[in-house]
């Protein structure tokens, strides 16, 4: 009767504990199960051991960090997760505001335009303008170059460069 009774709590142990097994996935058959459920964050790398889950990558923002930490979390057979993914913004476009180019393009504008209408009572003159310098090449009397000068000083240019200019 002994035996009997033996034989029959040695099975009922080998029975709960093979039920037991069946019910705890491994962590390869986690990694797959977690792997499936954020395959639609494919940033998010998962990776298992001994029930826990660690979480790695890099997304943009924090919802999206919490809601792969949500989905690991209700993998079934999971124990705990531990996140490390990191949050990387993506970089603010530039400000057209950091465009100089235009603002030079615009104020030589200005300028030519002003030289131009100077320039035809002068025809001994070349007038140029660049980045806001005018430069005045040629051949004039000490007069008119006095003239010319108060009228390209006028439209208030960063420089005027008389260096190739010669004055009788």
Known sequence: MRNKQLSTILLCVVFASMVACKGKPSDT?????????????????????????????????????????????????????????MITPSAPPPTPATDTTAVVNTADDALRTGVTNISKDFPGADIKVDAGIITVTGQLSAAKW??????????????VDASGLTVK
Not at 48 to 73: I, Y
Not at 147 to 156: E, F, G, V, Y
């Open 146 to 159: 006095k003239t010319l000068k108060q009228a390209l000083d006028a439209l208030n240019p960063k420089k």
């Open 29 to 85: 058959q986690l990694q797959a199960k977690v792997s499936e459920q954020l395959s639609t964050m494919p940033e998010v790398t998962a990776d298992v051991k001994d029930g826990v889950v660690t979480l790695a990558g890099n997304v943009a923002d924090d919802a999206t960090k919490a809601s792969a930490e949500a989905t690991a979390k209700s993998t079934e057979g999971v124990k705990s997760v531990v996140n490390n993914i």
